[in-house]
């Protein structure tokens, strides 16, 4: 990234430079002040934001970040870095964290125990993913483990939960018990054989192709609201 004039640099709070063609991001460390970081759909391969404390909302997906240092970033509120062969991530400090999508990336594991106000979580097609813990989450209402290897699940710390995604998972079975603010479940594709939503209000959609899932439900059903 080329940077012409420094004189102001300190003061700047927001860079936006989606789909430029951009390759480098050296120099973004400058941005002491910086608060909003749009640099998705670039062919970025390495990021230093260590040095952008301030940093509460970055979009950096669709670029090709492998490794991406998030330890310093603690106002940190949004951040979008799917489609990008990042393996691992620690977000252990990251504790003002509200959204987090890594659709098609490439983690094995990841840890969001120390992410309480956490609302929007997707791991969508990290088909190495086999277990996840979202029992500290208890502000969260989206959950997207699409085409993950999650075979079990436990969601009753997570009452707030309206979305949830499934599909193409190993998973046989799945409480949704106290999840009674749900209003979208998507389970197609696997081994669910029952699910409940009687005790649901607020349920408005199911998709459960492929499934040989049995719903209970009361009237009005989910079909008919």
């Keep these: 990234m080329c940077i012409r004039d420094r004189a102001n640099i300190n003061t700047?709070?927001?860079?936006?430079?989606?789909?430029?063609?951009?390759?480098?991001?050296?120099?973004?460390?400058?941005?002491t002040a910086l608060r909003f970081l749009y640099a998705y759909g670039n062919q970025i391969s390495s990021v230093d934001v260590t040095q952008n404390t301030a940093l509460e909302v970055f979009e950096i997906n669709g670029n090709n970040i492998s490794t991406i240092d998030l330890t310093q970033n603690t106002a940190l509120v949004d951040l979008q870095i799917w489609s990008n062969p990042i393996t691992t991530i620690d977000l252990t400090q990251n504790v003002a964290l509200e959204k987090a999508n890594f659709q098609h990336c490439q983690l094995t594991a990841i840890d969001v125990s120390q992410n309480i106000a956490l609302k929007e979580l997707s791991v969508i097609f990290n088909t190495q993913i086999s277990t996840i813990n979202v029992s500290t989450n208890i502000n969260l209402e989206e959950l997207g483990l699409t085409s993950t290897q999650v075979s079990t699940l436990d969601l009753t710390n997570n009452p707030n939960l309206q979305e949830l995604f499934l599909a193409n998972c190993p998973i046989a079975t799945v409480d949704i018990s106290t999840n009674l603010a749900l209003e979208f479940l998507n389970i197609s594709g696997t081994q669910i054989q029952d699910i409940n939503l009687s005790n649901h209000p607020a349920f408005?959609?199911?998709?459960a192709e492929n499934t040989t899932a049995c719903l209970l439900y009361t009237s009005p059903s989910p079909r008919d609201s």
């Design 12 to 31: 700047i709070t927001a860079v936006d430079i989606s789909n430029s063609n951009v390759a480098d991001l050296t120099g973004i460390e400058d941005f």
């Design 204 to 207: 408005d959609a199911l998709f």
